[in-house]
């Protein structure tokens, strides 16, 4: 991919905004247009529903999963210098922030992509729990929580299990990646027929993980034509959220694929339900909706809890995922596992039923 034409067009930055804001609105559209939902995929899980948006979840993880390993055995990726290999990573930081994350997940009743797609779609509750993760994130990334999250992050990290890479302990080499890729592929597949997802949804999700791969290749690529060094890496919201709302206060940091990411999945969600009929204004006066406080508690552990795990199920889960690092793993594992205790003790095992059809358990 030569990308040096745009570079001299636009300059680096504009460079990085511009791929971001296309990644983004694919992103939107597609996640927007399948239901996208972490959160809904441990709900089937809990509670023993149609394991549709379990199927679609899985398909994207998979996908993300085997494109990235095959990019990297084939020499398209390189992900050696990436923040998940070039430093110590945090295992308490992915363990402590993922539990946290997952409880949150259920109070808001939404991920932080998921919150972010609603938003566009006319859900302002999820607009809400947005702000809110954003302020906090930011605290944490940056401000006053900083204390806080470098005292839980200090506790356990790589350095102490001898490094953050998943096939390195395991004593594989990278074509077993691969094969692990392909496997999980061929059980997302057997998982979508069995439970009968329908073709476009599963499309989706094979289309969101293919936006995660091209996440990684397009940020490589610039990382080896920009003349100020920069890491390669791919989709995340909370970071993004938390680096963007900074301008608020008067940063001084430029723009960069954060806030193209973050545009691009607005505009993308929004044209996706706009062109459906799917845009809806929905407010906390609806009946049934939780208090306002669940979703301001819920957004400020996802909040918190993201930044203290590097990421979010996006940025965690299918971006650290996708390169089998250690810390993602962990921090996704224990998003999923606090969701699915959350749902049961929170809200007994059973979804509250919203209003409309359009955003359901939202």
């Known amino acids: 991919m030569d990308l040096v034409p745009l570079i001299d067009a636009v300059g680096e930055p504009g460079t990085a905004v511009a791929g971001g804001a296309l990644l983004g609105?694919?992103?939107?559209?597609?996640?927007?247009?399948?239901?996208?939902?972490?959160?809904?995929?441990?709900?089937?899980?809990?509670?023993?529903?149609?394991?549709?948006?379990?199927?679609?979840?899985?398909?994207?993880?998979?996908?993300?999963?085997?494109?990235?390993?095959?990019?990297?055995?084939?020499?398209?990726?390189?992900?050696?210098?990436?923040?998940?290999?070039?430093?110590?990573?945090?295992?308490?930081?992915?363990?402590?922030?993922?539990?946290?994350?997952?409880?949150?997940?259920?109070?808001?009743?939404?991920?932080?992509?998921?919150?972010?797609?609603?938003?566009?779609?006319?859900?302002?509750?999820?607009?809400?729990?947005?702000?809110?993760?954003?302020?906090?994130?930011?605290?944490?990334?940056?401000?006053?929580?900083?204390?806080?999250?470098?005292?839980?992050?200090?506790?356990?990290?790589?350095?102490?299990?001898?490094?953050?890479?998943?096939?390195?302990?395991?004593?594989?080499?990278?074509?077993?990646?691969?094969?692990?890729?392909?496997?999980?592929f061929l059980a997302a597949l057997v998982q979508a027929m069995w439970t009968r997802t329908p073709v476009w949804r599963l499309a989706g999700g094979i289309g969101v993980g293919a936006t995660v791969a091209a996440g990684w290749y397009f940020t490589y690529q610039l990382s080896t034509q920009v003349f100020e060094p920069i890491q390669a890496e791919s989709l995340s919201f909370i970071r993004p959220l938390a680096t963007t709302s900074s301008f608020w206060f008067g940063s001084?940091?430029?723009?960069?694929?954060?806030?193209?990411?973050?545009?691009?999945?607005?505009?993308?969600?929004?044209?996706?339900?706009?062109?459906?009929?799917?845009?809806?204004?929905?407010?906390?006066?609806?009946?049934?909706?939780?208090?306002?406080?669940?979703?301001?508690?819920?957004?400020?552990?996802m909040g918190f809890g993201g930044i203290l795990a590097a990421g979010c199920t996006i940025g965690a889960g299918f971006t650290g995922g996708s390169v089998l690092a250690v810390t993602p793993l962990v921090a996704i594992l224990s998003m999923v596992v606090a969701a699915a205790v959350a749902d049961r003790v929170i809200d007994g095992g059973r979804e509250a039923r919203e209003s409309t059809p359009f955003v359901p358990a939202e």
């Open 25 to 184: 609105m694919t992103f939107g559209f597609l996640a927007q247009r399948s239901s996208f939902c972490t959160r809904s995929a441990v709900l089937d899980l809990t509670q023993k529903r149609d394991g549709v948006a379990l199927a679609t979840w899985l398909a994207g993880l998979a996908t993300a999963l085997l494109a990235v390993q095959l990019s990297s055995y084939y020499g398209l990726v390189d992900v050696a210098e990436t923040r998940f290999f070039a430093t110590p990573q945090s295992l308490s930081g992915a363990a402590v922030g993922g539990l946290l994350f997952g409880v949150g997940m259920v109070l808001a009743r939404g991920c932080v992509s998921r919150l972010l797609v609603l938003s566009a779609s006319g859900n302002l509750r999820a607009f809400f729990c947005v702000v809110v993760i954003a302020a906090v994130g930011l605290a944490t990334y940056s401000g006053f929580l900083v204390p806080v999250r470098e005292g839980v992050s200090g506790i356990v990290n790589t350095a102490d299990i001898g490094g953050n890479e998943l096939l390195a302990h395991l004593g594989l080499s990278q074509s077993a990646g691969v094969i692990v890729g392909g496997l999980a």
């Open 252 to 301: 001084e940091g430029g723009l960069g694929m954060d806030q193209g990411l973050l545009l691009g999945a607005v505009v993308g969600a929004l044209l996706a339900s706009v062109f459906t009929r799917q845009f809806r204004i929905a407010t906390f006066s609806e009946p049934g909706t939780p208090s306002i406080l669940r979703y301001a508690a819920g957004s400020t552990l």
